[in-house]
Nanobody, 125 residues
Framework: QLQLVESGGGLVQAGGSLRLSCAVS????????IAWFRQVPGKEREGVSC????????FYADSVKGRFTISTDNAKNTVYLQMNTLKADDTGVYYC??????????????????WGQGTQVTVSS
C-alpha cells in the first residue's frame, strides 16, 4: 500500500521560504509520479508541481514557475517542494499525491489515487 506523509508547513511572511517534504512508503519513487497540490476553502484542489523520477521530468503550474522547485531524495524515498518568494496567494493546505499510472493530465487531481493528509502553509502579507 502506497502511503504519503507531508511535513514542513507553517507560517511565513511574504517573500520568505519554506520546504515541504513528502515521505513515500510502499513504493520506490521510480515507480510513481508524485505531485503537490494545494487547496483553500471553497476552491478546487490546484495542482502545483509534479515529478516523474523514472525520467526526471518535472512540471509546474504557471503560478509557481520560477519560485517553486520540486526534487527527490531517492535514498530517503522523499519528495521535496522548495517554495521561495512566497506570496499570500500561496496560502493553503498542501497535499502530496501519487499515481502509479501515467496520464497526460499531470496536474489534475483526478489523475492521482494516493494522497497524504496535508500540511498547512500560511503566508502573511
Amino acid at each position: 500500500q502506497l502511503q504519503l506523509v507531508e511535513s514542513g508547513g507553517g507560517l511565513v511572511q511574504a517573500g520568505g521560504s519554506l520546504r515541504l517534504s513528502c515521505a513515500v512508503s510502499g513504493r520506490t519513487l521510480r515507480q510513481a509520479r508524485i505531485a503537490w497540490f494545494r487547496q483553500v476553502p471553497g476552491k478546487e484542489r490546484e495542482g502545483v508541481s509534479c515529478i516523474t523520477s523514472s525520467d526526471g521530468s518535472t512540471f509546474y503550474a504557471d503560478s509557481v514557475k520560477g519560485r517553486f522547485t520540486i526534487s527527490t531524495d531517492n535514498a530517503k524515498n522523499t519528495v521535496y517542494l522548495q517554495m521561495n518568494t512566497l506570496k499570500a496567494d500561496d496560502t493553503g493546505v498542501y497535499y502530496c499525491a501519487a499515481t502509479l499510472t501515467w496520464s497526460r493530465s499531470v496536474l489534475s487531481q483526478y489523475a492521482y489515487g494516493y494522497w497524504g493528509q496535508g500540511t498547512q502553509v500560511t503566508v502573511s502579507s
